[in-house]
């Protein structure tokens, strides 16, 4: 599960960089203390990718969404 919640993190990060990015969709506005809206992103366990979807945990488990701009980006 640890593996998981970190290629999930990664995952995250990387898509905050827009390498994941294919289609640009309508911004969306959030403010604090709103719900995250559904999204799926590839997650690598260190052997597969596989997508990961926010809709797997909900209501099974807590999520934190986190995004650390330009991590392992090395600049």
């Not at 390498?19 to 809206?37: C, H, N, R, S």
């Not at 945990?57 to 330009?70: M, Q, S, T």
């Amino acid at each position: 599960m640890r593996k998981r919640i970190t290629a999930l993190i990664i995952a995250l990060s990387l898509s905050a960089l827009g390498l994941f990015a294919q289609d640009k969709p309508e911004a969306l506005k959030l403010k604090v203390g709103d719900t995250a809206p559904d999204f799926t992103l590839l997650a690598f366990d260190g052997s597969a990718t596989k997508p990961i979807s926010l809709h797997d945990f909900r209501g099974k488990k807590k999520v934190l969404v986190a995004f650390f701009v330009f991590a392992f980006t090395g600049g």
